[in-house]
Every structure is written in C-alpha cells, then in structure tokens.
C-alpha cells in the first residue's frame, strides 16, 4: 500500500519568512496530493491540493510543486504570519474511485511574532 | 450548508468496554471516511463507506467495525476496547467520486482508561 513520509515534524520560522514542508510517496499509481492544515481542537482541513498531471499550483501565498518522476511534492509557505501555525498534513491517494488518503506524519508549524 | 457533525465531542470508557461513534455528513455527500488519529501514528485510514457499503478498509482489527445508513450518516463501533484505542477519531465525508477533498468533523476524542 502507499506509505507517505513528511519532513520536517517541527518548523519554527520568524513572522514573514518562508516556510517549506517536503513530502514523498511510494506508490506511482498515486494521483491525487492535498494539503490540511489543522488547528487545535479542529479537524484537518483542505488548503490546496494538486493532481498527478500538474507540476505546481499556487494560491496565494501557498504553492505546491510536485515531482512525480522523485515521487515528492512540497508545501511552500510565503510572509508566514502568526496564524499560519498548526499542524501541517500531506497525503496522496491512489485509488478512485474509492477514497483510500494515505497521511504523512504531519509537520507542527510555529511562527513567531 | 452545514459541516461534517461528529458525537459526542469526548468519551471516557473503560476497557473491555464497547463504544459507538456518529458522524453526520455535508448534505449530498455519500462518502464518510473514518481515521484514528493518535500522536504517535498520525492519521491512520479506518475505513470508507459509499452508499451503505464498506469500499474500502484499512489496517485495523475486527474489533473497529463501521456501518452507513441510508441517509449517509455513519457510525463506527469498538468493541473490547483497549488502552491503546485512547485517541482522536475523525470523520471525513465526500461526494464519493475519488481524487477529491475530504471535508473533516472535530473529531470524537475518546479516553480508555
């Protein structure tokens, strides 16, 4: 089955500086990649995502890029503000239609102020 | 348009003890994905359920069992609970079509002690 690691599991960064979660997957069927965002006391929830036949995607200050031939996609965080901290999730999904997401570990994002 | 609703919020149970958890869906969602989220593990796939019937199944033993009614609205069973089931669990709902984003509950987060 696809397994999904997520480096790194703490990042610190200073308000405005530029945050980057790296994420690597084993399955090549995969085709799906989206990115939660989970504050405390909340569900995960969706901030971007791309699909297998594009390279990058960006929404404002977030971008995503993904390397399918590596098999790793990137979270790119720009002028972090303090609010941008939580914990960060990548996954990707190999089968549809059934929804089987596969976690990574999660990266804890704290920006200081 | 409503959110995914989970209850109850927080549970304490004993061991050996059973507990049942709900999740309602977005309206029009026929989806509803069940994950174990825990400090250790991350978020760890429980099961899938798509128009009353379980699409797809995660690494877990017999005793976590799920059911979806006809109205989507899903439940999902631990019998014979031990210390290690302590954690938050998590609810997903989707139109079901795959590829596509989860919309996630709070979470019920439950307490075997």
């Known amino acids: 089955g696809e397994n999904v690691e997520q480096h790194p599991s703490t990042l610190s960064v200073q308000e405005g500086d530029s945050a980057v979660i790296k994420c690597t997957y084993s399955?090549?069927?995969?085709?799906?990649f989206p990115w939660y965002k989970q504050e405390l006391g909340k569900g995960p929830q969706l901030i971007i995502d791309i699909r297998s036949n594009v390279g990058e995607k960006k929404d404002q200050r977030i971008a995503v890029t993904l390397n399918k031939t590596a098999k790793h996609f990137s979270l790119h965080i720009t002028e972090t503000q303090p609010e941008d901290s939580a914990v960060y999730f990548c996954?990707?999904?190999?089968?549809?239609?059934?929804?089987?997401?596969?976690f990574g570990a999660g990266t804890r994002l704290t920006v200081k102020p | 348009k409503a959110g995914v609703t989970q209850t109850p919020r927080y549970l304490i149970k004993t061991r050996g003890q059973q507990v049942t958890l709900s999740c309602s869906p977005i309206?029009?969602?026929?989806?509803v994905s069940w994950y174990q989220q825990t400090p250790g593990q991350g978020l760890q796939f429980l099961f899938e359920y798509f128009s009353e019937t379980q699409r797809n199944k995660g690494n877990f033993p017999g005793r976590f069992s799920g059911r979806q009614f006809s109205n989507s609205r899903s439940e999902m069973n631990v019998s014979t609970l031990e210390l290690g089931d302590s954690a938050l669990y998590l609810c997903a709902s989707s139109l079901g079509q795959g590829e596509e984003k989860l919309f996630f509950g709070s979470g019920t987060q439950l307490s075997v002690l």
């Open positions: 996954a990707a999904e190999t089968r549809s239609p059934n929804n089987d997401m596969r």
């Open positions: 309206s029009g969602h026929r989806s």
């Open positions: 399955d090549s069927a995969s085709n799906y």
